[in-house]
Structure formats: C-alpha cells, structure tokens
C-alpha cells in the first residue's frame, strides 16, 4: 500500500482533494465551518462543524455527487499571499480559522487559496485546476473533537482519497475490499482466537483456538533464542514507585502508567520490563569474558492507552514483550547488533514477512543522558546496520527517551507496513542503575545495553499474522491442522478415529468431525474455518488403509497411505514450511 505522505504528487493531490470536499460540503450546508483537511498515509480527512449534525455514511454519495460537478466545472485554484489583519479580516466569520492564525508564528507567510466561489486558508501547494481531482472516493465519517480534547465541540471528520487515474483508484478499493475481508477482529471472532469484554476494554481474552498459535509462537521463539544462547528470566509485574524513579519512567512515562498501593507504598505495574531486567543484571558479579550476556524475557505490561485508540489486538492496554537486554562491552556493539539483525532477519523469513530499517534518533525534549552519548549510540547504529547488508533511512526525533534505536517495519501479503522489532542501544539505564563488569585489569567498568525485540508485542503480531495469512495459517501455525471427515459414520467412522489416533501420538492437531450432516455441509464448514488439511474417509480409503486429502483452497484430492501423510505432515511442521 501507497504512504500518500510520502509521494509528494499525491500528497498535493489529496491536500487538494480535501478542499475540494470542503467546498461540496459548504455548497450543501452553507453554515459549515472548517477546521483542519491534513493528507494522511492513507488520503485525506477534513474535520467540520456542522453546527451538531451528525453525519453517516448515507449522507457521503450526495457530498460525493457535489465534488463531482465542481471537479467537471474545472474552476483554476489560485494561490493568495495576506497580510495577518487582511487574513483575519476575510475569515472574520470563521472562529477555526481565526484561531488558527492567531497561533501562527509571526513571520509565517500566510496564504489562501480559491477554487470558484469557495476560499479556504491554506499554505499549499496544490494542484492546477480542481478538473484534476476526478478520480476519489469518500471512505468513511466519524466524530473528532476539536484539538483532540474532550471539552471542545465534536467535529465531522470526513475520510477520503484521491489517484490521478480511475484505474489507480480502482486498485486502491479493491485493496480496501481485501482488507476489510482479513480484519483480524472480524476473523478473530470467526475462528475463535480471541474475544474482547466490555469488563475490560483493550484487555484480550485469548479463547482456546489463540491459546494455540500463542503457545507456538512463544515455543518458536524460546527455540530460536536458545540457538543464539540467551538466557531467560521472570521478573514482577508489579514494582515500587522508586524503581520507576531510578529508571526514569515516572518522570518521562507517568500518565501511561497503572498506579496501586501497598502497605501505604506506591507500586506501578509494570509498562516495561527493562528495570526489572536491571534488577536482574546486578543480582550477581559478572566479568568481561561473561560479556555479551543475552537474557530474554516473554514479560507482560500494562500501559494506559485512551479508550479511542483501542483496536482490536493492534492497539491494547495489555500486552507481552518478546523482550530481550543484552550486556556488552563498548567495542562489542558492532559485532552484536549485525547478529541481531541476522537473527531477526531469519525470524521474519518463516513467515514470509520483508522488511525495511528505520533509525531513530535522540527526540528533541524528554530524553536522558548526554549528547555525546547519544550521538556515540546513533552512529554505531547505523554503521553496525550498513555492514550487516542493510541500508537503514533516518527518523529524527523518534528514539526512545534512553536511547535511539533501529525500527524494523515488516510488509505483509498486501504490501501494509507494520512495526514490529527494534533495536535500541542503551548507554544510559546501565548508568541509572550503575551496572558494572570487572574488566581484564580488574576496574570496575560500565556496560552497554540493547533493547530488543522481534514481534514486539505476541499480541499485536498475532493480529498481524491473522491479517497476513487472512486467518488461513501455514500448518505449523494453524489451531487445528488436519479435520477428518467420514462419508457415512456408519460404516467409516470407525477408521476415521484410528487414523485421528495415530495423528494425535505423532503431535499433529486433527478434529474427527462425526456429526450428522451432508459431506458437502462439512466440506465447506471446513474450508470456512480455513483448516490446512480435510481428510475425507470412504470405502476406498478403508479397504486399503489410505487417507485422501484437501488442502485449504483447493478442490483437488490426493490419496496416499497413511504412513505417507503422517511423514509429510510432521516434516511440514518441523520445517515450518506454509502446507504439504
């Protein structure tokens, strides 16, 4: 999928596409007053007072119908420089766009733009001619406050995108149509993985079909770490509040933090695991030739996140961090960073997930720790990235308030970009905590640390994962891996059973389905529930002890003997290869 920030002639096409929306908006309510019409990455929204009427999706065609004849009109849209009280003066009657000069910097150049009879303030660019803007759709309304603050009046906020060509346009919808189809929370409650509760809104109850793929992806990677020789701990969900005052999150992290008390002391739950992991770090001595020490930890946290920005697994207040903090001398970084990215780079490749780097640098306020360290931290960074093979582009001002860090963005099946691992370099919590090694001569000296994940959060990536594979997971994966079903129960459910015992003892997960329908009713059911492997048991299969198979998505059978599909079956898991 397009980011239409980052194109720049679509993002002047959809900056003007939303004015052309405010202007089809004005012809239909003429007491409509506009706030802000930004180009976001997936198009444009414009946020307008309505004077409390509230939009729905009904209302969108006819506002659709209006762009349309002022995009055919073909009116030039022509750029205006004002004087702040000559801007003031033309939008005497507009409280938004009054307030919006107001805090304009005064040596701001301050512009409009007109398209016919409609003017709106803007800084631009734009397009030539409003004839260039035929080709959009309006997606969806919802409500938005007023600088996103809850006392201010609740504007109509209206979505909308904007190709230079129909058949641009066209592929974008159809895109959104696929989309819609593999919403995780939609397929979440279809195949029961999980379930949300109005008794604790974005806290996830994993049902028993989730409880499977998390286990196996926790399995997978406590199996990968092992490999790269981490260790692994456990450390409290809950801590006293001078640990998070020691750590620095009470000052930079406080209002996302859940507070409790205890025999008259402040505690907080956990929103990270790193000063847990500290606490670890310095429960013992440690030595140069102990270093690089890698310790994992699958840690659950709690962050508070505003109830509008919930979203299914993607965006929750609980979650569990495949976190990891490695310790390592200062001349050590290089050398661990390229096998970090290595190892994540192995992990993404099991399920076909590409990715691209992002470094992330010191943020302008709120952060700790000298300049010079920061800088140090940044440039070993981007080196250790560059001689792993990788190019990595700059994102300043987005680090971590301890340290700056390497982003990986994964691309999933429909070219959506999501971002999962990390890897941030931390010079300063080792001083916080005053962690040491003893070094070849004796002295104490200093560690460095990484941050470091690779899903990022188990639940956010199972909801990826949901949308990437669109519920159908490879084998290894799915909840349930084969599904047996007998034509007649009479006379073939029987075998169907031996054969579901002999899947069960070689650890493959099968369902024998002995209900009293239609083959075909099963057929489908089965296929709707998108499990890898039906087996369907007849006659032929009895008499001379095979199995005939379908895979999801497909109406071919294969027969083999059994002996043959137990061997493909269970290497196909081992190998985590998507089917048979």
């Not at 508070?304 to 200062?330: C, I, K, P």
């Amino acid at each position: 999928m397009k980011n239409i920030k980052e194109d720049e002639k679509l993002s002047i096409l959809n900056h003007s596409c939303a004015h052309l929306l405010a202007q089809a908006v004005k012809h239909l309510y003429p007491n409509a007053l506009f706030w802000v019409g930004p180009v976001i990455e997936d198009g444009f929204y414009y946020d307008i007072d309505l004077g409390g009427k509230t939009l729905t999706l009904d209302d969108l065609p006819q506002i659709e119908k209006e762009m349309k004849k002022i995009a055919k009109d073909g009116k030039r849209i022509v750029r205006e420089e004002l004087s702040r009280k000559e801007a003031l003066e033309k939008f005497k009657d507009d409280p938004y766009k009054i307030d919006l000069i107001n805090n304009m910097p005064k040596d701001t150049t301050i512009s409009c733009y007109t398209q016919g009879d409609f003017t709106d303030l803007c800084r631009g660019p734009h397009v030539e001619s409003v004839k260039l803007l035929k080709n959009f759709k309006l997606l969806k309304v919802s409500g938005a406050y007023w600088k996103n603050d809850s006392n201010n009046p609740m504007l109509q906020r209206i979505y909308g995108i904007c190709f230079e060509t129909p058949e641009q346009l066209e592929e974008h919808l159809n895109f959104l149509e696929e989309a819609k189809k593999r919403d995780h929370k939609k397929l979440g409650k279809e195949l029961e993985i999980f379930m949300m509760s109005d008794y604790g809104p974005g806290f996830p109850f994993f049902l028993h079909n989730g409880m499977i793929i998390r286990n196996e992806l926790e399995n997978f990677w406590y199996e990968e770490h092992t490999k790269e020789g981490y260790e692994f701990i456990k450390t409290p969900i809950m801590l006293n509040k001078d640990l998070w005052e020691l750590s620095g999150h009470w000052y930079n992290y406080r209002e996302n933090m859940y507070i409790s008390e205890i025999d008259e002391k402040v505690f907080a739950i956990k929103p990270m695991n790193c000063p847990g992991g500290m606490l670890v770090y310095k429960n013992s001595l440690h030595s140069y030739k102990d270093l690089p020490l890698r310790v994992g930890e699958l840690g659950q946290v709690h962050r508070h996140e505003a109830s509008g920005a919930l979203n299914g697994l993607f965006r929750v207040r609980t979650f569990t961090q495949d976190d990891a903090h490695l310790y390592m001398r200062e001349d050590q970084i290089e050398e661990e960073v390229i096998r970090l990215i290595s190892f994540i780079d192995r992990m993404y490749k099991v399920f076909n997930l590409t990715y691209e780097i992002e470094l992330s640098t010191r943020p302008e306020a709120k952060y700790i720790g000298d300049i010079a360290i920061w800088d140090r931290s940044e440039k070993a960074l981007q080196e250790a990235c560059e001689k792993s093979g990788h190019t990595c582009k700059i994102n300043p001002g987005d680090g971590a308030f301890y340290g700056p860090k390497l982003d990986f963005h994964i691309k999933d099946s429909l070219g959506r970009v999501w971002q999962c691992g990390t890897i941030q370099l931390d010079m300063n919590l080792p001083e916080r905590f005053d962690l040491t090694y003893i070094d070849k001569d004796g002295s104490k000296k200093r560690p460095v640390m990484l941050h470091r994940v690779i899903y990022g959060s188990i639940e956010r990536f199972i909801g990826i994962l949901i949308e990437h594979y669109a519920g159908a997971f490879p084998l290894w994966l799915s909840p349930t891996q084969v599904n047996i079903i007998p034509v007649s129960n009479e006379h073939h459910l029987s075998y169907a059973k031996e054969i579901a015992e002999l899947l069960n003892k070689n650890n493959i997960r099968v369902k024998v389905d002995e209900r009293d329908e239609k083959l075909s009713y099963k057929m489908r059911e089965s296929q709707t529930k998108k499990i890898p492997i039906t087996l369907i048991i007849g006659d032929k299969e009895k008499e001379n002890n095979t199995i005939s198979y379908r895979k999801f998505g497909s109406n071919d059978t294969t027969t083999i003997t059994v002996d043959e599909f137990i061997t493909s079956v269970t290497e196909c898991i081992k190998n985590k290869t998507y089917n048979i």
